[in-house]
C-alpha cells in the first residue's frame, strides 16, 4: 500500500507570498493519477489539479502542479485571502485511492 | 452542472449499520464514472472508503472492506453506502464523489456533495 506524506503539516504565511506544498509517495507512482484538494472549513474538498500537473475547470493559473516518481509539488505564486485553506494530495494504485495527511496553509 | 446530495440518518447506534445515499443530479449514474465514499472524523483528514461502478465493479479500502458495501440504483440514479459493526470511531462527515476520467489513465474526484454528519452514539 502506498503512504502519500505531505509536508509541513502547517504554513503560516502572508498574503502575496510563494508557497510551495510537498507530497511524496512511498514509492513510485504514476502521475497520471496524482492529484490536488483544497479544502476550506465545513466545505468539502475541491479538485485544484489532476494528473500532477493539469489544473481543474476554473482554477486560478496561480496554483500549478508538478513532479514524478515520489516527489509532487503544488505552488501558489501568490497567496490570495481565499486560499488560506487545508490541501491535500491524493492518487490511486492499483485501483486503491490514498489521501495525504493535509498541510494546512494559515494566516 | 453536476451535483451530488448525500442523505441518511445523522445518528447510528453501536454495532448497528450505517445507510447513506447519494443522489446525483446533472449525469446519469451509468455514464463512464466510478462513484465514491470518503470520509472525515472531526478535526482529522480525508479517508477514502471505496466506489463502485455502473456496471457493478467495486473496490474498498482494505482496512474498511470486511465492513463496507457500495451499490448503484440506476433506476434512482444514486448510489449507496452501508457500513456495518459500527464503533464511535466511524463518527465523521461522509462525503459522496465522482471519479471522473480526464484522459487515458487519468481520474480525479471533481465533483463532491457537501457532506453529511454522522454520529455513532448510544
Known amino acids: 500500500e502506498i503512504v502519500l506524506t505531505q509536508s509541513p503539516g502547517t504554513l503560516s504565511l502572508s498574503p502575496g507570498e510563494r508557497v510551495t506544498l510537498s507530497c511524496r509517495a512511498s514509492?513510485?507512482?504514476?502521475?497520471?493519477?496524482l492529484a490536488w484538494y483544497q479544502q476550506k472549513p465545513d466545505q468539502a474538498p475541491r479538485l485544484l489539479i489532476y494528473?500532477?500537473?493539469s489544473r481543474a475547470t476554473g482554477i486560478p493559473d496561480r496554483f500549478s502542479g508538478s513532479g514524478s516518481g515520489t516527489d509532487f509539488t503544488l505552488t501558489i505564486s501568490r497567496l490570495e485571502p481565499e486560499d488560506f485553506a487545508v490541501y491535500y494530495c491524493h492518487h490511486c494504485d492499483s485501483s486503491l485511492w490514498t489521501f495525504g495527511q493535509g498541510t494546512k496553509v494559515e494566516i | 452542472q453536476v451535483q451530488l446530495q448525500e442523505s441518511g440518518p445523522g445518528l447510528v447506534r453501536p454495532s448497528g449499520t450505517l445507510s447513506l445515499t447519494c443522489a446525483v443530479f446533472g449525469d446519469s449514474i451509468t455514464s463512464n464514472n466510478w462513484w465514491n465514499w470518503v470520509r472525515q472524523p472531526p478535526g482529522k483528514g480525508l479517508e477514502w472508503i471505496g466506489e463502485t461502478h455502473h456496471r457493478g465493479n467495486t473496490n474498498y479500502n482494505p482496512s474498511l472492506k470486511s465492513r463496507v458495501s457500495i451499490s448503484v440504483d440506476k433506476s434512482k440514479n444514486q448510489f449507496s453506502l452501508r457500513l456495518s459493526s459500527v464503533t464511535a470511531a466511524d463518527t465523521a462527515v461522509y462525503f459522496c464523489?465522482?471519479?471522473?476520467?480526464?484522459?487515458?489513465?487519468?481520474?480525479?474526484?471533481?465533483?463532491w456533495g457537501q457532506g453529511t454528519m454522522v454520529t455513532v452514539s448510544s
Open positions: 464523489a465522482r471519479d471522473h476520467q480526464y484522459g487515458e489513465s487519468t481520474w480525479a474526484f471533481d465533483i
Open positions: 494528473g500532477a500537473s
Open positions: 514509492q513510485s507512482v504514476a502521475s497520471s493519477y
